[in-house]
Every structure is written in C-alpha cells, then in structure tokens.
C-alpha cells in the first residue's frame, strides 16, 4: 500500500487550484525533474505491456521514444500523462507521486500541467477550428490560464489565433474539422495541446500524415520547445525526428531502454530562438 501524502496545499478543496499552479510554476525554476516514471507496468488482458519501465523527464529538454508498432509507446504516454492509470509503480509530478491524487485532482494536474498531442487529432467535429484551439482555455479554468499567462479570453484567442498562424493554419480558423485534410487537424490538435504553454508536451507521432515540409516545420516547432523551458516527450517511427532529441529511448517487449549506442549520438534539441520566442 502506497503510503505517500497527497501535496499540503492539495488537502483541500480551496487550496487545490492555487496549490497546483503554484506548484506549475515551480516546475521551471526549483524543479528540473518535471516528471518521473518509477517501475511503472502495465498489461492489456493477459499481456504485459510495461514491464517495470523508469524514466525522467527534465525541464528544456527533449526525450524521444521509439519502438514496434503495439510496443506500448501510446499506452506509455497516456499513464505519464494522468489518462490511464498503471498496474504498479508511480508517476511523480514535480516529486510529488500522482497515486496520491484524488480523480478531481489528476484532472486538473493533468489539464494544467500537460499538453497532450494525440496519434489521431481527437477534434470536435461541431466546433471550429479556433474554437477547438480554445478548448483548454475553458476546460482547464483560471489556475490553469494563469499558469500559461493567458488569463483573459482575449489573451486566450489572441494565443490561438498566433499558434494558427505559426502552424500555417491562419486562414482555416473558422473552419470546420472535416473541411481539414489529415495533416492539418494534426496540426490543430497540437495548437489546442500548446494553447496554455503547459510546462510538459506530449506529443504521439506528431509528424504522422504530414508531407515532408509540413512535417519539419512540426518538428521544428516541437524541438524548439525546450528552449522555453517546456519538456518535450516525442513518440515517434521517423527515426530522422528522433535523432534531434536530447535523449531517446527504445521500447520494446515492454522494456524501455536507452537507445543503442550506435543510433544514439546525444545532441542538444537544435534550439530555435525565433521559434521558442513565439511560442
Ligand atoms: N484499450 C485497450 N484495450 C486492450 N488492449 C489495448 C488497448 N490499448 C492498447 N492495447 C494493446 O496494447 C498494446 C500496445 O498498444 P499501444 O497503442 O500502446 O502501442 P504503440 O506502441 O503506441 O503502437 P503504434 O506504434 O501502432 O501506435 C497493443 O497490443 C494494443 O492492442
Ligand atoms: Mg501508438
């Protein structure tokens, strides 16, 4: 039985918001560990898919995750974000360990404290294209907005509209989903995932159905986040992507191991200044 307190300031139901977007804002200065896996297993029905998996994820910095298809990466991203809950082991949050949390709690840890781009975009079909961007903005509430310094719901679609922007998707805000090809409702998801500047990305095959300059301009874009500060985790099969990482890992046969030395020369993400300044 796991033993550990839920943080002070989350004791309460009045102190929660404050509490975890004080303890976001800690993340970037006091913090550099943002996340941490801790011999987390996981299986479907009869199969183990995570089989004591660990990890970190620090603040400005990149990590990739590659492996076969059905290996577990989705399900891997999923528990780090709060989605899906592990068999056994932990997900710590700034140290703190997320088994503590209540529902209500993992909720807004999870909607404040993560951006999560989707393998497939998950887009509301009746919404459009701003609006979906806005999502968060009125999912996630006040504490959240501040944390990502846009409080007002000017700040939030003046954000919107400049992620478009950036993401060559301007002139389709008032469009509707299915009028987008594949690539572009991609690209919208990972507007809505960056609209509150959440200090962790998590992002699914990011560059999965784009053609090969929509896909670097997305790669660009995400490698450019450490350089803000913001930790970036990447699942991707394009080992070209992979490569740009800080640190990359190799799941497979549900162990997660760093990548073979060969494949693995560690760089730095190629910072892009212009691009972590506007994001
Ligand atoms: N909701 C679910 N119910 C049952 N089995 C599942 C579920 N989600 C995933 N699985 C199984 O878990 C395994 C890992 O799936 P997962 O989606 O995490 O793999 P993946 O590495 O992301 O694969 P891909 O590269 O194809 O996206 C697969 O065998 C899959 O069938
Ligand atoms: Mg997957």
Same mark, same amino acid.
């Given at each position: 039985m796991n033993t550990v307190k839920s943080p002070p300031f989350l004791r309460s139901s009045r102190a929660r918001n404050s509490g975890f977007s004080l303890l976001a804002l800690q993340s970037f200065s006091l913090f550099p560990v943002l996340l941490e896996a801790r011999h987390i297993s996981r299986a479907w029905g009869a199969g183990t898919i995570l089989d004591d998996v660990s990890f970190r994820i620090q603040a400005g910095e990149s990590t990739a995750i590659t492996g076969p298809s059905g290996s577990g990466k989705t399900t891997l991203l999923s528990i780090l974000a709060l989605l899906l809950r592990a068999d056994s082991g932990s997900i710590l949050i700034n140290g703190w360990d997320? &088994?503590? &949390?209540s529902d209500a709690e993992r909720a807004f840890v999870r909607n404040t404290f993560f951006g999560f781009v989707f393998q497939t975009a998950q887009l509301i079909g009746s919404l459009t294209v701003l609006d979906n961007v806005l999502l968060p903005s009125l999912l996630a509430g006040r504490a959240a907005r501040e944390r990502g310094h846009v409080r007002s719901a000017h700040d939030c679609r003046h954000r919107a509209r400049a992620l478009l922007d950036r993401l060559g998707l301007a002139e389709r805000a008032a469009h509707l989903p299915h009028m987008l090809s594949n690539g572009q409702r991609r690209r919208v998801a990972l507007a809505r995932a960056l609209l509150l500047r959440p200090p962790v990305v998590l992002a699914d095959e990011?560059?999965? /159905? &784009? /053609?090969p300059r929509n896909a670097a301009a997305v790669a660009d874009f995400l490698l450019g986040l450490p350089a803000g500060g913001h930790a970036l985790v990447l699942v991707s099969h394009d080992p070209e992507l992979a490569v740009r990482a800080n640190n990359r890992w190799r799941l497979e046969a549900g162990h997660l191991t760093p990548a073979s030395p060969g494949e693995a020369t560690f760089t730095r993400s190629p910072a892009n200044p212009e691009t972590a300044s506007q994001l």
């Open positions: 997320s &088994l503590a &949390l990011p560059t999965n /159905d &784009l /053609d």
